[in-house]
């Protein structure tokens, strides 16, 4: 079994920045693809960027590209989604999760384990 703790949302003014980070209390995802998630209100669920198990192949949507990081220490089993120039379309429930391969996938039957989300409140 696996568990992936977020941590990091919170409340931040347009233009400013978050890192959110995704442990894996239980398990391990060093060797995982791993992906970021978000969910607005009243739509669904969507990927903001993914990662390799190895780090050297990312995927980011378009809307997140060039303002978003994902990077990741397996090391320490954490996932992080460096988050700068935030918009307030940006605001959503963020979760990770971890792929079934090493890869990274971008649909999200893909991924098996999931935490349990973080609040990202971008405000103008």
């Known amino acids: 079994q696996v568990q992936l703790q977020e941590s990091g949302g919170g409340l931040v003014q347009a233009g400013g920045s978050l890192r959110l980070s995704c442990t894996a209390s239980?398990?391990?995802?060093?060797?995982?693809?791993m992906g970021w998630f978000r969910q607005a209100p009243g739509k669904e669920r969507e990927i903001v960027a993914a990662?390799?198990?190895?780090?050297?192949?990312?995927y980011y949507a378009d809307s997140v590209k060039g303002r978003f990081t994902i990077s990741r220490d397996n090391a320490k089993n954490t996932v992080y989604l460096q988050m700068s120039s935030l918009k307030t379309e940006d605001t959503a429930v963020y979760y990770c999760?971890?792929?079934?391969?090493?890869?990274?996938?971008?649909?999200?039957?893909?991924?098996?384990?999931w935490g349990q989300g973080t609040q990202v409140t971008v405000s103008s």
């Open positions: 999760a971890r792929g079934r391969g090493r890869y990274y996938y971008l649909t999200q039957s893909n991924y098996d384990y």
């Open positions: 239980e398990g391990t995802v060093s060797s995982y693809a």
């Open positions: 990662i390799r198990w190895s780090g050297d192949s990312i």
